[in-house]
């Protein structure tokens, strides 16, 4: 009996075991679920890192990368070369021994824009501005016959060639040193194509002051002819400016003309220009001709007397060749105030003293005029003495 209850005991005590396991088992229902998902996310990355290592291994590094330009012709251009001007000296091999290579890449898309097709080249797939090429050891290669004569012909003069997609490319046959790395001949020639120079022209005060120091070095040189040019031409840029027929008016009295410095004043007038010295020349044409009311009419009194003399002085005379000898005398004894060493204004002013009948007053105006006459001439010296004999 004894063996009997002891092996009913064992059995209720595994039983009571199972149940405990099971009770266990079903309070954690959801430990096989977070298991499976964590056997998906490592497997998932498991997959990711092969991808990528194996994407990886496709694309070439950048520091192996090169840009292989052809020989450069004998003579530099005269223009700078543009990116699309730069020719690819690559040409397409067939192998015709040994298994296809793998690692030829295809034609990657460059940043910079992709130079324009030849007329000669067929439609297809636009080239790129380089051909990148692999510096490892690549495959053997033996060129046919015709691709030989066709990079012979194309190497004084290398036009762009069509790249397809798939193909191998590699450099044409040439001299070590034909062939040259140039790493930064895009960005160069792009910077080089878009400068441009953008004249300006010359602004009228500028012309003006260009012709006027023409106008003064003919005329230093002795070119009458030429500086009458210069200042004809400045005359049309600036109408108004009195300088210009007063420069015009003394080279044509230079050459001999006075008839032409009087035409150029007078266009001065027309003009509308009112100047002392314009005013002075046409008078001085005038007295010259002995046009005394047209010489009083050229000179009005409406400049300073101080800054022009000789101004009031031809003035004051007109007046006395007029017989308004009064008015005269007033010019004249304000320019001998003014001017007492010159002996003309005293001799001006006796004369019409004279006249007025005050030969005191115009004896001294002679003397005066004796003392200061160093400028005057010997006929008006003698003609100042033989009047103070008359006016003693």
Not at 48 to 77: G, H, K
Not at 123 to 148: F, R, Y
Not at 304 to 333: E, I, S
């Amino acid at each position: 009996m004894s063996v009997i209850n002891k092996m009913l005991r064992d059995l209720d005590q595994r039983n009571q075991n199972a149940a405990n396991v099971n009770q266990v088992i079903a309070r954690r229902p959801g430990q096989p679920l977070w298991l499976t998902v964590l056997l998906l996310l490592t497997f998932g990355l498991l997959c990711f890192a092969i991808y990528a290592v194996l994407s990886r291994s496709a694309v070439m590094p950048l520091a192996t990368l090169t840009t292989v330009v052809p020989e450069p012709a004998a003579q530099l251009p005269a223009e700078p070369t543009t990116p699309a001007d730069i020719a690819i000296a690559a040409h397409s091999l067939k192998p015709t021994e040994g298994p296809e290579p793998t690692d030829s890449l295809e034609p990657k898309n460059s940043p910079e824009p992709t130079p324009t097709e030849s007329p000669a080249s067929t439609p297809g797939p636009a080239p790129t501005q380089s051909t990148i090429v692999k510096t490892g050891p690549a495959p053997e290669q033996t060129a046919t016959s015709e691709d030989t004569a066709a990079a012979s012909a194309a190497q004084p003069q290398p036009q762009p060639q069509q790249i397809k997609p798939g193909e191998v490319t590699a450099q044409v046959d040439a001299p070590p040193q034909a062939a040259a790395v140039v790493q930064a001949a895009a960005p160069t020639a792009k910077t080089a194509s878009s400068l441009s120079v953008t004249s300006r022209e010359p602004t009228a005060a500028q012309s003006q002051a260009k012709l006027r120091q023409q106008a003064m070095a003919a005329a230093q040189a002795g070119q009458g002819q030429q500086a009458l040019r210069y200042w004809q031409q400045l005359q049309q840029l600036a109408p108004q400016d009195a300088l210009v027929y007063l420069a015009q008016a003394r080279l044509w009295l230079q050459l001999g003309q006075p008839q032409q410095a009087e035409a150029s004043l007078l266009q001065a007038k027309a003009q509308g220009i009112m100047d002392v010295d314009i005013q002075l020349m046409l008078a001085q044409a005038a007295a010259s001709r002995q046009q005394w009311l047209q010489v009083e009419a050229l000179l009005p009194a409406g400049f300073a007397v101080p800054l022009h003399p000789d101004y009031y002085g031809l003035k004051a005379t007109a007046l006395q060749q007029l017989g308004q000898h009064q008015q005269a005398f007033d010019w004249f004894a304000e320019l001998s105030a003014l001017q007492p060493q010159l002996g003309k204004w005293w001799l001006g002013g006796a004369v019409s003293l004279e006249a007025l009948e005050r030969p005191a007053e115009a004896h001294q105006y002679y003397l005066n005029a004796l003392q200061w006459g160093d400028s005057l001439s010997v006929q008006s010296k003698t003609y100042i003495q033989q009047r103070l004999v008359a006016t003693e």
